[in-house]
């Protein structure tokens, strides 16, 4: 259970000197290959995909906060059951990237602890309040639409486990992207009040979504090795760029306006102009200032910690279960 | 696949594939089905079934709504959710047949927003707070057992919407059940302390067991799973009350149904006229 990140190397070594595997490991990213589990790997390589996908998996599972909140108040039946399909599957997100994290070495348990000890991130956008039910709307739109923009080049990352995890993740955020805007849509339909709460939202949500795609690539350390080794496939600013050109359409169809002074269509670039983010508050949430911070982590560490006596209990059990299995002594009802 | 743009590459190679949680492997229950109000059926009394499961259905799911983000295991969140959706598509069917049959013409939202906790017929062991996860669990044994023996008899119902709804609930609640009994055992056999709150949490449950034969008399199958399923797990089992006349199908309800309601029917209720 305890096992630590620097344990557990897989070892498919076969006699071969260090030189010679880190030849055949440049040689399978090269060629656009994947690297598997049993594969022998760079040690760099192995901790920054750990970092990347428990940061990954931790956002999921963070990210059902701002949006879970919304489920017990949804105003239809049909919009609570979509939201509470919606949180639902961000949980299977979770566990299929912490089992992917775990193909690594690492143990889901072992990362749970140190993103509620603060040593592992999440995605600062999942420390922004959800003040109307429209957020849930404007989530899905902007939040989901840039996770596809960042996640959909992953479904190629040079590392199988995690590059076949973002496939069906992908496939998912794409329903929900088009689920959030489908909300807004049918809000802006209806009453002067909801169109409000439609623009107040879009409002708050749209700088720091932009913020979701990282620094700036001139301040962003560790996205060159990341890109060399095929884990990340394109730059932040370039993922941002796809981002800023995929919304500002649909804004225009949906009737609502960007708030940036900045944005417009640029004819020689093909691709549209747009103001600059707030790195300055990007770096407060990232340090742990955000609105929300402290309370997202606070949930998920009481839920980790009230929940504790039910996996220890669940452990006791199969272990007195193999007991008595293993002494012919078993009872009636599988458990 | 190529991600030069986004939505093309999403739409890429996974066609065949039906394991995706949407798009494909969902079938209408209603399919088919006859909705016209059978001929000797009384189309009051059948919306009033209606909304006694109903209420049972959507006040259940908002309950376990209120686990999601607090379950102990990120398997329980998801098994959590997936019997709270099931149930919340109950809902929504059995609403939307009392609509159909009362006379009113009212769809699903009038029922679940606009009704207070006076109209409500759920039974009250449905309504009372989550407490520990063992008090859920057992609660939901006992609530699944006794809903899955009810929808079983309705699968004979001379109404053939009720007849499809139960159907469907039918191969719902055996999961529901199994997985709440599966609970009760790790829970009964697993630790001192897990024992001690199961222990507690059925008892708990055995409270209301008179509440709910009032309201469909389930008390052979219930007992019979409850038996068995706390044998297994080296509990006691818990004994049924003798019900008082079956408080919550009669509108009375504990002091905790009306917050409940309150937070669910907030947003609609204040935006009168809206759509969603």
Same mark, same amino acid.
Request: overall charge negative.
């Given at each position: 259970m305890a096992m630590t990140a620097e344990q557990a190397v897989p070892s498919?070594?076969?006699?071969?000197?260090e030189e010679e595997l880190q030849e055949r490991f440049d040689a399978t990213i090269a060629r656009d290959q994947r690297i598997e589990p049993r594969d022998w790997m760079p040690e760099g390589y192995r901790r920054t995909l750990i970092r990347q996908v428990a940061q990954h998996a931790h956002s999921e599972i963070i990210g059902m906060q701002p949006e879970g909140e919304w489920i017990t108040r949804a105003p239809s039946l049909r919009r609570k059951a979509i939201l509470f399909a919606k949180v639902q599957d961000e949980a299977g997100h979770g566990l299929y990237l912490y089992s992917a994290a775990e193909?690594?070495?690492?143990?889901r348990a072992d990362l749970t602890e140190r993103l509620i000890e603060g040593r592992q991130k999440y995605s600062?956008? @999942?420390?922004?309040?959800?003040?109307? @039910?429209a957020d849930v709307g404007v989530i899905g739109w902007f939040v989901d639409g840039a996770a596809i923009c960042n996640q959909v080049p992953l479904c190629? !990352?040079?590392y199988g486990p995690y590059a076949r995890a973002m496939v069906r993740i992908c496939k998912e955020e794409s329903f929900h992207q088009r689920q959030g805007y489908e909300m807004l849509m049918t809000m802006m339909r209806g009453t002067e009040a909801q169109r409000e709460m439609v623009q107040d939202a879009v409002n708050r949500w749209w700088w720091p979504s932009l913020m979701m @795609?990282?620094?700036p690539d001139d301040n962003s350390p560790n996205s060159a090795r990341s890109m060399a080794w095929k884990i990340?496939?394109? !730059?932040n600013d370039e993922l941002r760029q796809r981002f800023v050109d995929m919304t500002v359409p649909q804004a225009e169809k949906l009737g609502v306006t960007l708030?940036?002074?900045?944005?417009?269509?640029n004819a020689e670039r093909g691709r549209h102009d747009f103001g600059t983010p707030d790195w300055d508050e990007l770096m407060r949430v990232i340090k742990?200032?955000?609105?929300?911070n402290a309370e997202r982590i606070e949930r998920r560490r009481a839920a980790h910690e009230d929940g504790a006596w039910v996996r220890e209990a669940a452990v006791a059990h199969a272990a007195k279960q193999s007991g008595r299995a293993g002494s012919g002594a078993e009872r009636g009802v599988a458990a | 696949m190529s991600d030069d743009h986004v939505y093309a590459a999403l739409a890429e %190679? +996974?066609?065949?594939? $039906?394991?995706?949680?949407?798009?494909? *492997?969902?079938?209408?229950?209603? +399919? %088919?089905?006859?909705t016209a109000v059978p001929a000797g059926v009384d189309g009051a009394e059948l919306a009033a079934l209606c909304l006694e499961l109903g209420d049972d259905a959507l006040v259940s799911a908002q309950r376990l709504a209120e686990w999601t983000t607090r379950a102990p295991e990120l398997e329980e969140e998801v098994a959590l959710a997936n019997i709270g959706l099931d149930l919340l598509g109950q809902a929504r069917l059995l609403y939307a047949r009392a609509g159909q049959v009362d006379?009113? *013409?009212? *769809?699903e939202d009038a029922y679940a927003y606009f009704r207070d906790a006076g109209d409500f017929r759920n039974v009250t062991l449905a309504e009372l707070?989550?407490?520990?996860f063992a008090f859920s669990t057992a609660r939901l044994l006992v609530l699944s057992s006794w809903r899955l023996a009810h929808l079983q008899a309705l699968t004979?119902?001379?109404d053939p919407v009720l007849r499809a709804v139960a159907a469907k609930g039918v191969k719902e609640l055996t999961y529901h059940r199994q997985y709440a009994a599966e609970w009760v055992v790790r829970l009964g056999d697993g630790t001192e302390e897990s024992h001690r709150r199961m222990r507690a949490g059925l008892r708990q449950v055995g409270a209301y067991l008179g509440e709910l034969f009032e309201a469909h008399d389930a008390r052979e199958e219930v007992l019979a799973v409850l038996g068995q399923v706390a044998d297994t797990a080296g509990l006691p089992v818990p004994e049924a009350v003798p019900g008082d006349g079956g408080a919550g199908r009669l509108g009375? +309800? $504990?002091? +905790?149904l009306a917050p409940l309601l309150e937070e669910l029917q907030s947003v609609a209720r204040a935006h009168p006229g809206a759509t969603w």
């Open positions: 498919a070594a076969g006699g071969a000197g193909t690594l070495g690492v143990d600062s956008i @999942f420390n922004y309040p959800t003040l109307s @039910f190629r !990352s040079s @795609f990282g620094p990340k496939r394109h !730059s708030p940036d002074p900045e944005l417009r269509w742990g200032d955000g609105p929300c | %190679g +996974h066609e065949d594939d $039906t394991r995706w949680a949407y798009g494909t *492997g969902f079938e209408d229950p209603l +399919h %088919g089905v006859d006379g009113t *013409g009212r *769809g707070p989550n407490g520990d004979a119902s001379p009375r +309800h $504990t002091e +905790h």
